[in-house]
C-alpha cells in the first residue's frame, strides 16, 4: 500500500506536483503527484482465497485470479517522502534525525512503510465510523463496492498508475496499473469525498 509522494512542501488542492526534488522515482516521472514505491510488498496470497468483494473490480484493472490479492489501498509510505513524528521516550528519544551523519534534530524522526500508511488509514476510517454514529465493520466489501462504481472511484480515489515494485532484478514485481494493482491497491484515499461516501456504501447505498 506504499507510494511515493511527489508534491510540493504544503501543496494544497490541487496540489502541485514536484519532479525536480530527489527521490530519483519523483524526478524520473515528470509530473506524477504519486509513484508506487519500489519496496512495496503485495502481490498474491498462496494461503487465502480470493473473497467476494474482489470479483468486481475498476475496469483496466490487474486481473486477481483465484486467490487474495493485497493490498486494497494504498497510501503515503516512503520514508524519503515520509511524515515527521517527535518521539520522547527513551532510547529512541535520544536519537533523531541525521544531516550529513551528524544528529541534528534531536526527537524528531522521518517514517515510512505501512508504520505510516496504516496508522494514517486507521485514523481515516476512525472519523468514517464517527460520520456513520458507530463503527463500520469490515470496510472492505463497501471500498470495493465504491471501486466498482466509475464516477464514485474516479471522486474517491487517486488511481496510481506509475511504479514497479521491483528491487531485485532477478525478481520481477508487480507494475502500477489502472485500477487496481498489486502495489497500491484501488489507489489512494481522496478523504473528504471517500469517508462519506464510505458510510453510504457501508449502509447499501
Avoid at 519496496?39 to 470479483?55: E, K, L, T, W
Avoid at 475496469?59 to 511524515?83: F, H, N, Y
Avoid at 469525498?193 to 456504501?201: I, K, Q, R
Wanted: aromatic share 8%; net charge negative; hydrophobic share 35%.
Amino acid at each position: 500500500m506504499l507510494f511515493f509522494v511527489c508534491s510540493a512542501k504544503r501543496s494544497r488542492y490541487p496540489r502541485t506536483t514536484d519532479s525536480a526534488s530527489p527521490p530519483t522515482n519523483c524526478q524520473s516521472h515528470p509530473g506524477v503527484a504519486e509513484v508506487g514505491w519500489t519496496n512495496a510488498g503485495g502481490g498474491f496470497s498462496h494461503v487465502f482465497s480470493r473473497p467476494s468483494y474482489q470479483n468486481t473490480l475498476p475496469a483496466g484493472s490487474t486481473s486477481i485470479g483465484s486467490m487474495r490479492g493485497v493490498p486494497d489501498v494504498g497510501l503515503q509510505a516512503s520514508s524519503r517522502t515520509g511524515a515527521l513524528v517527535y518521539i520522547s521516550l527513551p532510547p529512541d528519544g535520544s536519537g533523531g534525525l541525521n544531516c550529513s551523519g551528524t544528529p541534528c534534530s534531536t526527537g524528531w524522526y522521518d517514517i515510512g512503510g505501512t508504520s505510516l500508511s496504516c496508522p494514517q488509514w486507521a485514523a481515516l476510517v476512525a472519523i468514517a465510523d464517527q460520520i456513520n454514529g458507530g463503527g463500520l465493520g469490515l470496510v472492505n466489501p463497501a471500498l470495493y463496492s465504491i471501486g466498482a462504481d466509475a464516477t464514485r472511484y474516479a471522486n474517491d480515489f487517486y488511481d496510481v498508475t506509475t511504479g514497479l515494485n521491483q528491487t531485485d532484478s532477478t525478481i520481477p514485481g508487480y507494475p502500477a496499473t489502472t485500477g487496481w494493482d498489486p502495489i497500491t491497491g484501488l489507489g489512494t484515499p481522496n478523504a473528504a469525498n471517500l469517508l462519506p461516501d464510505l458510510v453510504l456504501a457501508a449502509n447499501g447505498q
